[in-house]
């Protein structure tokens, strides 16, 4: 009987193949999917993708269940936007200044929390996303608040944003995959089982979990950044923890800890949403609940069932009755 | 020639003394049975060792620097690597990989930490669960699994916190026998337990604690015989 | 005199967040978790009060406990339906027990007020005051009727909890629950129901609050975000788990919002309980009362 699932480097593998799999599939799509409005659900999807992705890191292989990642995404979309808005900086500047100011808070960030976990983190996140989202909110001379920002497109024709977002959502993944195979990798799962223990190994615990939330803010920089130009509007309501509840959903309706699980959730949660849309916006009442039902009875997510139909009857030798039972 | 060297460590909690002016060394390749009733600062010395408390007074030395102060992290890559007493192993991570973890950490390159790992894994008898995740295995083979963790890269000081309580008998010996082995060429132990057979047995000298002081420190068979040493455990009847 | 109508307005709102953060606190307590629905219970006894008052004409008196109840009922569901595997070993999220309280609680939170805002509609109700007097002159201090007597009540119930807490015989097993859960089951006493019982005190609290409050503050679907990121304040402050430091925080937060609205900053005065909490958190996560917790 073949073992598809014997180690983790396999298990890795095949959830990479499974996700350039989605991704080749939305690749194809729009010789379906003709319709711009449509096109453009699925681009929003891919902002969505790699916000998801970003949080998954952080949160999923790392353990750190920070409540802020649409804060980051905001606040790159508010990077380019300002910047353009004030200083006329073309998209060639503002995108990589995103990612850079973006990082540095998270940077900033991930140092400040260092020592909390659990509730405590959620907390503190939780605060320095909402203070963001306010700041922005009433800054209005610079900002002009809640009526948003206009910012300059940079494709002519949508095709061109889907083809570019899935590219560079493609490029994430494939790094965060090296990532996670490398020592790297490593490093983040045995922080998030035991960071006690994994200190005591000699991983270096602030480094890495510093680097998780850097990388994580940076990803959702630059996804922020993209969207704002995609949409060519920013405002503080990208920030609104409701939409961090619904990159949380993504995660764990696809499957935290899985490569595939943040992308896959993304496509499904967005797209799902717009119909949903057309029958009177109970959505996120949907969303909430099967959050709540998968956290509570599946937690490895959509991921978890696809898991469980491939692998094959007797995979694993049984322990044996050996001498170290 | 001292490898680590304890001087006139206190440490309090509050109004408790935990640690009443500690002071011995552990010579380069001895294997040393750190022994004392529960409560004595056994488990309070390793932590401060190890980096996770800092000690109140005094002065801990390894190799000739101090090391007071250190995090556990930077600790371990200078070579004092520990068991918990309580098993704490990566739950979610492969038998395999939680030996990576240590090896890759401590500057091993992937191929090099690889094959190391795969050979402790077998000197564990683990080989069976390689691929299993370490919260699928059974409380005795955790214990293994941590005590693998900390030769990867041999350590200056390998600090084994009660390794064989509650092991069945087999995994005690594939413990001892590893510890035997390592100890010939040449490693450093301090070993923490109650097993007084295996600490006779493995441990050419012992040190007694009791309420936060050492209150012995000569051969083992010494030790156990010292009227202070058994009144400690078993009270001043007893003696 | 200015002075005194604001330290005593500040009180009074204190004795509100009380009610809000006493019953998180115990949560903590017991379940070392934070509920990121509370703010959920306080929204679903303002609706129960003002809306039961409103279809079926009934005083406000009525309806006062009829929130109370539903708060406590939501409370206890959400323990029942939701918290169980943070105690009864689930093997899946094993180690990560807080991380699922965070998501689930987050999600519940999503769900309730996407749910009331589909359901009843997003248009807020005012709801009914208690006394009809609307204005009331003790000395030099000014305020209305339903607000002075909310307040009464508000004490009141504390003060029950208090005493409930301190000497009845749930009392005293939620206390040695907090202490020690292990031991405590070991002793015989019936976890869960500790658990089931401080989730429904907790909701029911924070729909009391909710309900005493919604002539002030109408009832929304979102209305209990702020008083939810109030009481995390609170609870952190006074350190978690701790009733009586949640008390004294309580009053503490309210006049320091009182006199802060006047003197600092009205359109931010919300940031301040947020900037509170995180330098609390970095400085003094074990809060003002809250025990420091040993690590390995």
Redesign the interface.
């Given at each position: 009987m073949a073992v598809i699932f014997n180690d983790t480097r396999m298990r890795d593998r095949i959830q990479l193949v499974f996700s350039l799999g989605i991704f080749a599939l939305v690749a194809l799509l729009p010789a379906i999917v003709r319709n711009e409005y449509w096109q453009g659900v699925l681009i929003v999807s891919m902002y969505f993708a790699m916000l998801a992705a970003a949080w998954n890191l952080l949160a999923g292989y790392t353990g750190q269940f920070s409540l802020a990642p649409a804060a980051f995404g905001m606040i790159g979309a508010y990077v380019t936007g300002l910047l353009s808005y004030h200083f006329n900086a073309p998209p060639l500047v503002g995108i990589p200044a995103a990612v850079v100011v973006a990082a540095a808070i998270g940077f900033g960030l991930g140092r400040i929390v260092l020592r909390l976990r659990g509730p405590y983190l959620a907390l503190t996140t939780l605060s320095f996303a909402e203070i963001c989202r306010l700041v922005i909110s009433n800054s209005i001379e610079i900002t002009r608040g809640d009526l948003g920002l206009n910012v300059p497109g940079i494709f002519d024709h949508r095709l061109t944003w889907y083809y570019v977002m899935l590219g560079v959502l493609v490029v994430i993944q494939l790094g965060l995959y090296f990532l996670l195979r490398a020592p790297a990798g490593l490093y983040l799962r045995a922080i998030r089982d035991d960071e006690i223990a994994a200190a005591s190994r000699g991983v270096k615990i602030v480094l890495w979990k510093t680097n998780a939330f850097t990388l994580s803010a940076a990803i959702s920089g630059l996804a922020g950044a993209l969207y704002g130009h995609f949409a060519q509007f920013v405002s503080p309501e990208l920030g609104l923890l409701s939409q961090t509840g619904i990159i949380v959903s993504m995660v764990v309706i696809g499957g935290l800890t899985t490569l595939p699980g943040p992308i896959g959730g993304a496509f499904l949660v967005y797209v799902a949403s717009e119909f949903l849309r057309d029958f009177g916006g109970y959505q996120l009442i949907v969303f909430a609940l099967l959050v709540i039902i998968f956290a509570r009875f599946f937690r490895e997510g959509l991921w978890g069932f696809f898991r469980r139909a491939i692998e094959r009857p007797g995979r694993r030798p049984a322990p044996a009755p050996s001498a170290a039972e | 020639m001292a490898c680590l060297s304890i001087d006139s460590v206190s440490k309090f909690f509050g109004g408790l003394k935990a640690l009443d002016d500690v002071t011995f060394s552990v010579n380069e390749g001895e294997l040393v049975g750190l022994i004392g009733p529960n409560g004595s600062g056994k488990t309070t010395l390793l932590n401060i060792l190890s980096g996770y408390l800092s000690a109140d007074s005094g002065d801990v030395v390894l190799d000739g620097r101090p090391i007071t102060g250190l995090r556990p992290e930077a600790l371990a890559r200078r070579g004092v690597l520990r068991m918990f007493q309580l098993t704490r192993v990566f739950p979610r991570m492969s038998v395999l990989d939680n030996l990576l973890v240590t090896g890759s950490a401590l500057g091993l390159p992937e191929a090099e930490a690889d094959r190391r790992a795969r050979k402790l894994i077998e000197d564990l008898t683990l080989t069976r669960m390689m691929h299993l995740d370490a919260g699928e295995l059974s409380g005795g083979q955790r214990k293994l699994l941590e005590f693998g963790s900390c030769f990867m890269v041999p350590p200056r000081i390998a600090l084994l916190d009660e390794p064989f309580a509650a092991v069945h008998p087999t995994m005690k010996e594939i413990m001892a026998a590893i510890i035997r082995r390592r100890h010939a060429a040449g490693q450093t132990f301090l070993l923490v337990s109650h097993d007084m057979p295996v600490i006779v047995e493995l441990c050419p000298r012992a040190i007694c604690m009791n309420a936060g002081a050492v209150i012995a420190d000569e051969k083992t068979r010494a030790v156990l015989t010292d009227p202070v040493v058994i009144e400690a455990y078993l009270g001043e009847a007893a003696v | 005199m200015l002075l005194i109508d604001l330290t005593v307005n500040g009180l009074i709102i204190g004795l509100f967040y009380a009610l809000m953060a006493i019953g998180l606190s115990l949560i903590?307590g017991i379940l070392r978790?934070?509920n990121?629905a509370h703010g959920e219970f306080y929204m679903i006894g303002a609706y129960a009060y003002t809306l039961i008052a409103l279809f079926f004409g009934i005083s406000p008196w009525l309806t006062l406990p009829c929130a109370f109840i539903a708060g406590m009922a939501l409370g206890w569901a959400t323990e029942r339906?939701?918290m169980r595997?943070l105690y009864s070993g689930y093997?899946?999220?094993?180690?990560?027990k807080?991380?699922?309280?965070?998501?689930?609680t987050?999600?519940?939170s999503?769900?309730l007020i996407?749910?009331v805002d589909?359901v009843i509609g997003p248009n807020g109700y005012r709801g009914p005051s208690l006394v009809a007097t609307t204005r009331v002159e003790i000395g030099p201090f000014m305020a209305s009727g339903h607000r002075l007597m909310a307040a009464g009540i508000a004490l009141l119930v504390l003060i029950a909890v208090g005493l409930f807490v301190r000497y009845s015989y749930w009392g005293r097993q939620i206390q040695a629950v907090a202490q020690n859960r292990l031991g405590a089951s070991l002793a015989g006493i019936d976890t869960a129901k500790a658990s089931s019982i401080v989730f429904a005190l907790s909701g029911g609290l924070a729909a009391l609050a909710g309900a005493l409050l919604s002539p002030i503050i109408n009832a929304t679907p979102d209305v209990g975000?702020f008083p939810a990121?109030k009481s995390?304040v609170i609870v952190?402050l006074g350190g978690m788990g701790s009733i009586p430091g949640a008390a004294v925080a309580s009053l503490i937060l309210g006049v320091l919002e009182s006199f802060g609205a006047v003197y600092i900053s009205y359109?931010?005065r919300?940031?301040f309980g947020?900037?509170i909490?995180?330098l609390v958190?970095?400085f003094r996560?074990h809060g003002l009362f809250g025990e420091r917790s040993r690590?390995?």
């Open positions: - | - | 903590f978790i934070v990121f339906l939701l595997p093997a899946s999220w094993g180690v990560m807080d991380e699922y309280a965070v998501i689930i987050f999600a519940l999503l769900l996407n749910l589909k975000a990121v995390y952190v359109g931010y919300d940031t947020l900037v909490l995180i958190l970095l996560p690590e390995v």
